[in-house]
């Protein structure tokens, strides 16, 4: 009667079924008895730890922020809003700076981005000069094609003048005339360039000359200050007044900062950082003067052309009249010329003969002579003043060490007297300047830190509300599970041990197997199966039983 009810016990308070076989009873039976078994219930506590590892590398990347990256510069609001429809479309995030106005992708998906929106032909850029004339229809009137010509070239000038890093887009104009046949009418062509800058840029005076010359040199009879260059915010920059101040300017402070680093390396290893302050102010003249002066040198003259005329006149008889003959054309007589006055003539008679003399003389000179040209150009330092503070310390600076350095800084910035020029040289305590640090949540380093620790706390977290209590529940089920096993093994091996001390029946040689103790007719008969069944192998038996309970365990 024991050892039935012992069985009675074991087969689950089933005295008229014994256990059959473990079946999947349903779908997740197999992960269920996987994770019941004991190799799998030791590893629990690794997995645990495991999974909160994982929970808090996915809260960290959840919470920083992937790298973005720019897709494209310089892209006006419309563009933007067409190529941030196309990505929203492709199902790629994109952010815009609200600073800057900056389209950005994660940098993994930039090239991605690019491809897509390079499918849909965007962004929308200007066309060029070579698809401008490609596009242009066969049979188009003369003024079309003058017009696309011109257009072609304006878009091909405003992409040479983009590849300028400081400028982000821009836009050309140009205004030519029609020739004429007269020249007279000929009007020269002007141009028009609009440029919008990178933030923060700015173009210095060469470069907007040298863009004024670009397009000047560009359209055939154009001359650079026909061409007018502003910016975004409506300043003229190729105002030539601007132009002349800002030239001035530039110098000033280009000899201001040569002087100063001329200063800066003769005190600073006699002096020490932060012993002294220097400041410089030049006097520049932007005036542009040119004189010529011609001198002639007295005494220095040479004869180098003389030319003498003469001229002879006198007074003969009267002209002859009367019908020309022989003796009409014969030459007069010579005349005498005497001291004595002239006798009166006889009442019909021809006047006496007189004779006058004229001498003209005309002479050339080269007087040697001397011309000087005087050009003073633009930028001459008129005057440069110095000023130097030196820092007092524990000993002052005697007067001596002082004239030494005030010599030295008049050499350095070539001091000239008669130019007006100035150094100032004093010696006064400095006072000590306290920097105000900021506030440790303002410093680049704050954000990410605190990212970092609140991935960490939340994985704490985790492994404390749910990975421990899951380990601590594993661990008693383990347990229970352990000693339950144990007691059943303990109660099967004593049945076997009482079996093995009573006689074998005449069928216990035969191995018994689990389909004979099914095929058992009765209950008795099944049960003394049994018996010889853990006699046989008691190992087995016990493993049987596990999965009977596992059975039961899972209803």
């Known amino acids: 009667m024991a050892e039935a009810q012992t069985l009675t016990s074991v087969d689950n308070g089933h005295p008229n079924r014994l256990p059959a076989p473990i079946m999947g009873g349903n779908r997740l039976a197999p992960l269920t008895q996987f994770v019941r078994q004991p190799a799998v219930q030791r590893a629990l506590p690794a997995i645990a730890m495991t999974s909160a590892i994982g929970i808090a590398a996915l809260a960290y990347f959840m919470t920083a922020a992937a790298p973005q990256a720019q897709l494209f510069a310089g892209l006006d609001d419309g563009d933007k809003a067409a190529v941030a429809d196309a990505l929203q479309t492709a199902g790629i995030g994109h952010t815009i700076d609200p600073g800057t106005g900056a389209l950005t992708v994660d940098a993994d998906k930039l090239h991605q981005a690019r491809i897509t929106l390079a499918g849909q032909g965007l962004p929308k850029a200007a066309p060029s000069g070579d698809s401008l004339i490609a596009s242009l229809p066969m049979g188009s009137s003369r003024a079309i094609e003058g017009e696309t010509l011109r257009s072609a070239r304006e878009a091909d000038l405003a992409r040479t003048i983009e590849a300028i890093d400081a400028v982000k887009t821009a836009r050309i104009h140009i205004a030519a005339a029609e020739p004429?046949?007269?020249?007279r009418d000929d009007k020269p062509a002007t141009a028009s360039v609009m440029l919008t800058l990178q933030n923060g840029r700015s173009l210095s005076e060469g470069q907007v000359q040298a863009i004024r010359f670009l397009v000047a040199s560009s359209v055939p009879g154009m001359n650079a200050d026909q061409v007018s260059v502003i910016d975004q915010?409506?300043?003229?920059?190729?105002?030539?007044?601007?132009?002349?101040?800002?030239?001035?300017?530039?110098?000033?402070?280009?000899m201001e900062d040569r002087f100063r680093r001329a200063l800066d390396t003769l005190l600073g290893p006699m002096l020490g950082a932060g012993n002294y302050t220097v400041e410089v102010h030049a006097d520049v003249d932007m005036s542009e003067s040119q004189a010529t002066r011609e001198s002639f040198p007295e005494n220095d003259r040479a004869l180098t052309s003389e030319q003498v005329t003469r001229t002879v006149s006198g007074e003969g008889n009267?002209?002859?009249?009367?019908?020309?003959?022989?003796?009409?054309?014969?030459?007069p007589q010579a005349s005498t010329v005497t001291d004595k006055a002239p006798l009166p003539s006889a009442p019909g008679a021809a006047p006496a003969a007189q004779t006058n003399s004229n001498e003209n003389a005309t002479r050339a000179y080269e007087v040697g002579r001397e011309i000087s040209v005087t050009h003073n150009p633009q930028g001459r330092l008129k005057r440069v003043s110095v000023a130097v503070a030196l820092n007092q310390g524990k000993k002052a600076l005697t007067q001596a060490d002082i004239s030494k350095i005030d010599g030295l800084v008049k050499g350095a910035v070539g001091f000239d007297a008669t130019r007006g020029d100035q150094v100032a040289i004093s010696q006064?305590?400095?006072?000590k300047?306290?920097?105000?640090?900021?506030?440790?949540?303002?410093?680049?380093?704050?954000?990410?830190?605190?990212?970092?620790?609140?991935a960490i706390v939340a994985a704490l977290l985790a492994f404390l509300f749910i990975g421990r209590p899951m380990i601590k529940s594993a661990k008693a089920r383990a347990a229970a599970r352990a000693e339950r096993e144990t007691q059943i093994e303990e109660s099967l091996l004593a049945v076997a041990d009482r079996?093995?001390?009573?006689?074998?029946?005449?069928?216990?040689?035969?191995?018994?197997?689990?389909?004979?103790?099914?095929?058992?007719?009765?209950?008795?008969a099944r049960a003394n199966l049994v018996r010889a069944f853990v006699r046989q192998d008691s190992a087995r038996a016990a493993l049987v039983v596990r999965q009977l309970m596992q059975e039961g365990a899972r209803g």
């Open 180 to 183: 004429s046949l007269f020249v």
């Open 233 to 254: 915010r409506g300043a003229l920059l190729s105002d030539t007044a601007s132009s002349s101040d800002m030239m001035a300017f530039q110098l000033q402070t280009q």
């Open 318 to 331: 009267a002209p002859a009249v009367g019908i020309p003959g022989a003796l009409s054309n014969q030459p």
């Open 499 to 524: 079996q093995a001390l009573a006689a074998p029946s005449a069928g216990s040689n035969r191995e018994i197997t689990l389909e004979m103790i099914e095929a058992a007719p009765s209950y008795e």
């Open 428 to 431: 006064r305590p400095f006072a």
């Open 433 to 454: 300047v306290e920097e105000v640090a900021p506030a440790f949540y303002e410093e680049s380093w704050f954000m990410p830190l605190l990212k970092q620790v609140g």
